[in-house]
């Protein structure tokens, strides 16, 4: 059973737009959260997190949000770049860690 | 630091063979772990360890198996392949419970 599940598996976002990835989870056990970026042919690479005793974190034009009475994070891009273009994945944290299906962002130029 | 590193890049097996997938970093973490990742099921964890002589099941540990005699490498054993474990295959370290650092990735073809 998915715990951690990013129900769009793909987003196409115009260049210089806000881009903005979901992330739903079932366990509110879940400490802590987070977002990474692949590309093809290489292994995922971090992006941004955030505890639950937040509900929000910054880091340049990417800023990951935490709803904990919904169980939902997102993660909004702004302004979008073509170098963007990746999948997604988040994360959530447990007793292991538990990932999402990915969703797969085209910045169109 | 060269990071997390794993070999080989890419492997053929037929059925039955057994092999074993490396996996080394250089950065002194405690947590290290094996994920496999298929089309629409995104990553999913096999093994995890937290340290030099303990490992621990992930999601989908059947078919695999993990040792960790150093706190460098951390290789997983395909003991008997089946074309069901034709994946791509990431290593990943960190700290502890964060951010965690992946390898490259090895594409295994289990024919």
């Known amino acids: 059973d998915q715990q951690v599940k990013q129900n769009s598996p793909s987003l196409s976002v115009q260049e210089g737009r806000i881009s903005i990835l979901n992330c739903d989870y079932t366990?509110?056990?879940?400490?802590?959260f987070l977002w990474y970026k692949k590309y093809p042919a290489e292994g995922p690479t971090f992006l941004i997190s955030i505890s639950s005793i937040k509900d929000k974190n910054e880091d340049g034009r990417f800023t990951v949000f935490l709803n904990k009475s919904a169980k939902h994070l997102s993660l909004h891009i702004v302004p979008s770049q073509p170098g963007d273009s990746a999948v997604y994945f988040c994360?959530?944290?447990?007793?292991?860690?538990?990932f999402g299906t990915g969703t797969s962002l085209t910045v169109i130029p | 630091n060269a990071g997390v590193t794993q070999t080989p890049k890419f492997q053929v097996l037929k059925t039955g063979q057994s092999m074993t997938l490396q996996c080394a970093q250089d950065m002194n973490h405690e947590y290290m772990s094996w994920y496999r990742q298929d089309p629409g099921m995104g990553l999913r964890l096999i093994h995890y360890?937290?340290?030099?002589?303990?490992?621990d099941q992930g999601e989908v540990p059947n078919g695999y198996n993990v040792s960790r005699s150093t706190t460098e490498d951390f290789p997983l054993r395909l003991l008997s392949a089946a074309p069901s474990q034709t994946s791509v295959y990431f290593c990943?370290?960190?700290?502890?419970?964060?951010?965690?650092?992946f390898g490259p990735g090895t594409r295994l073809t289990v024919l």
């Open positions: 994360a959530a944290m447990g007793n292991q860690f538990y």
């Open positions: 990943a370290s960190s700290l502890g419970r964060d951010e965690q650092f």
């Open positions: 360890s937290v340290g030099a002589g303990i490992t």
């Open positions: 366990n509110s056990m879940f400490d802590y």
